[in-house]
């Protein structure tokens, strides 16, 4: 059975930013699929990201001491896809749209998690 996430996941457990290209059109997918969006393309392959991306739209989560406030952005990659995650490394209310930022993956418990930080 094809798990587009689940093989999404393992490269990220290996420390590789991963994304999905189709072969036939050269499109970049994220989330993880099994066709490309929009031509249906089955032929998708994974390649490294480059990492790169810019603020698209942010929201801040405030939390109440001691807890820390954190940013969800929407990113979009150099590769065309948009994605979903935070911004660390930077102060929650520097956080603007436009803002370049480079991907990083962290551990978060036990699990590897992509972030983002100012590029």
């Known amino acids: 059975m094809i798990q587009p996430e689940a093989e999404w996941r ?3 457990a290996e420390g590789r930013f991963m994304i999905q290209r189709s072969r036939s059109t050269g499109g970049h997918v994220f989330y993880p699929r099994i066709v490309e969006p929009g031509t249906g393309a089955d032929d998708l392959e994974w390649v ?3 990492g790169k991306g810019v603020v698209h739209a942010l929201t801040v989560v405030r939390k109440k001491d001691p807890a820390e406030s954190y940013t969800v952005v929407l990113v979009d990659l150099a590769e065309g896809p948009r994605m979903m995650s935070r911004v660390d490394g930077i102060n929650v209310d520097s956080v603007r749209i436009g803002m370049d930022v480079t991907a990083r993956i962290v551990a978060e418990g036990d699990k590897p998690l992509l972030v983002f930080v100012p590029a």
């Open 10 to 12: 393992a490269h990220l």
């Open 48 to 50: 490294e990201a480059s």
